[in-house]
Nanobody
Framework: QVQLVESGGGLVQPGGSLRLSCAAS????????MGWYRQAPGKERELVAR???????NYPESMKGRFIISRDNANNSVYLQMSSLKPEDTAVYYC??????????????WGQGTQVTVSS
């Protein structure tokens, strides 16, 4: 099994910044892609950013400019630096990974989510 533990969420004022962290552990042989998704109340889960093992990043057009994803392969961790936050960024943010397990099979896993609330 693979576990993802997120941290760093909370309440922030509009225009503020937050840094989310996610650490993976368990029966992982190789992590290919790590990413952040978010889900606001009444909306579908959407991609915020993802990064592959080589550091190549992918952001949907709507997320470019205020979010920066990074990862630490040695510690199986991924981070999301968020700046100039807006109320519409309020959501539960989920960490995700895609990789290979110890037996070679494809694995995908989700964290439990961390709440980000942008409000004055």
């Amino acid at each position: 099994q693979v576990q993802l533990v997120e941290s760093g969420g909370g309440l922030v004022q509009p225009g503020g910044s937050l840094r989310l962290s996610c650490a993976a552990s368990g029966n992982i042989f190789l992590i290919k892609v790590m990413g952040w998704y978010r889900q606001a109340p009444g909306k579908e889960r959407e991609l915020v950013a993802r990064i592959d093992r080589g550091g190549i990043t992918n952001y949907p057009e709507s997320m470019k400019g205020r979010f920066i994803i990074s990862r630490d392969n040695a510690n199986n961790s991924v981070y999301l630096q968020m700046s100039s936050l807006k109320p519409e960024d309020t959501a539960v943010y989920y960490c995700n990974l895609v990789g290979r397990g110890l037996l070679g099979g494809l694995i995908t896993s989700w964290g439990q989510g961390t709440q980000v609330t942008v409000s004055s």
